[in-house]
């Protein structure tokens, strides 16, 4: 890993921190795992993700996604934010965007790169009885490799 993935990384976590200490009390921050396919390569991933409250329906979504990719490694790093659309039911509506930092590491003598991109997502949940909350998502990467994907995943 080269000395600007290291910063990366570490820029990554510093906002992990953030959205940590930034939460408001008067609403339930989250923990989250996710899993899904990057439509282009056909290739699943598994993430975690960390749901912070903001203010006035608006919530940071840091999370960490990696891509199960032939021949190789690749992972992505992204600081998303949403709005949760009000309304009167236990559906629960957002849509939102963020950056996102792309790792490739390929197989053998080839060079690793990695890729800044912006995310424009859209996602259905639902409060279950419990606290779990289960969501399906859409997202948009674009970037130099631009990508679908589509996540389905679990708030605790």
Not at 124 to 136: N, V
Request: aromatic share 16%; glycine share 12%; proline share 3%.
């Amino acid at each position: 890993m080269t000395a600007f993935n290291i910063r990366i990384c570490f820029l990554f976590a510093a906002f992990l921190l953030l959205g940590f200490t930034s939460a408001d009390a008067q609403k339930r921050d989250t923990f989250g795992l996710r899993a899904g396919i990057y439509a282009d390569g056909s290739d699943f991933f598994i993430g975690g993700e960390y749901l912070a409250y903001i203010g006035s329906n608006v919530y940071l979504n840091p999370n960490i996604e990696f891509v199960l990719v032939d021949h190789g490694s690749m992972f992505t790093l992204n600081m998303d934010a949403h709005y949760d659309i009000p309304t009167r039911t236990n559906l629960y509506i957002w849509a939102g965007g963020g950056l996102g930092i792309i790792y490739f590491n390929p197989e053998g003598h080839g060079d690793s790169h990695t890729d800044a991109g912006l995310n424009i997502l859209f996602g259905l949940g639902f409060q279950t009885s419990g606290r779990l909350i289960p969501y399906i998502q859409a997202k948009g990467i674009i970037s130099d490799n631009s990508n679908f994907v589509l996540a389905f995943g679990l708030r605790f």
